[in-house]
Nanobody, 123 residues
């Protein structure tokens, strides 16, 4: 069992940056892939980025390529999502998730989820 806790959300102006963190407890990320998803009101949960904990491979949604970077910190057992050049359309609740299906882009491939953190980008 892996417990995930996100942090780092908040309110930022368009063009600004935020850094989200996903900390694991109960078990290390070890063999998992860690994904970031987001969900805006009235919308489905959508894939943002993912990273393989073991070999560091990454995947990004087209909408965030070149602006967001996902990374891992072995010492802290944490995965981070650096978000730059934020846009109002990035406003959503952001979730991290862990799963065993590689760099999957669909939520049902992830078994463990955090509680989410709100990101609001003002225009």
């Amino acid at each position: 069992q892996v417990q995930l806790v996100e942090s780092g959300g908040g309110l930022v102006q368009a063009g600004g940056s935020l850094r989200l963190s996903c900390a694991a407890s109960g078990r290390t990320f070890s063999r998992y892939a860690v994904g970031w998803f987001r969900q805006a009101p009235g919308s489905e949960r959508e894939f943002v980025a993912a990273i393989s904990w073991s070999y560091g491979g990454t995947s990004y949604a087209d909408s965030v390529k070149g602006r967001f970077t996902v990374s891992r910190d072995f010492a802290k057992n944490t995965v981070c999502l650096q978000m730059n050049s934020l846009k109002p359309e990035d406003t959503a609740v952001y979730y991290c998730a862990a799963g065993n299906y590689g760099l999957a882009v669909t939520p049902n491939r992830y078994a463990y989820w955090g509680q989410g953190t709100q990101v609001t980008v003002s225009s």
